[in-house]
């Protein structure tokens, strides 16, 4: 065979085990990350800033929250951690970590602003 072929057979056969993979059941393809930000009197925080990281790419997006405070990042890789952090006024929640073994296609986390940070 010459070496074309057996590159060209080589990556097929890796595309086709990782299409394998990527539809096994039960796993999901994408997943979605929800939650509100509470300022320092567990009051929603309205317009404050969620930051999202995604710690493969170092790629951040941003999310301004809503009047009850919610926030929502939608079609987020199931194979990928994350960091999620928000700013409200010049303070700063503690930073949280989806992980990519938490294997749930909804998670919702609260942020809670800390007075003074």
Do not use: W
């Amino acid at each position: 065979m010459r070496l074309r072929q057996r590159v060209f057979l080589a990556v097929a056969f890796c595309l086709a085990c990782s299409l394998a993979v990527a539809q096994r059941p039960g796993s999901p393809a994408v997943r979605t990350l929800s939650g509100h930000v509470m300022d320092s009197s567990n009051r929603p925080a309205q317009k404050a800033v969620v930051y999202l990281k995604n710690t493969k790419t170092l790629v951040i997006k941003t999310y301004i929250t809503e009047s009850d405070g919610s926030y929502r990042f939608s079609a987020l890789a199931p194979d990928v951690d994350y960091e999620v952090y928000a700013d409200f006024q010049g303070a700063r929640s503690d930073t949280k970590t989806l992980s990519a073994f938490d294997n749930r296609k909804q998670v919702e986390l609260t942020l809670k602003i800390h007075a003074g940070k």
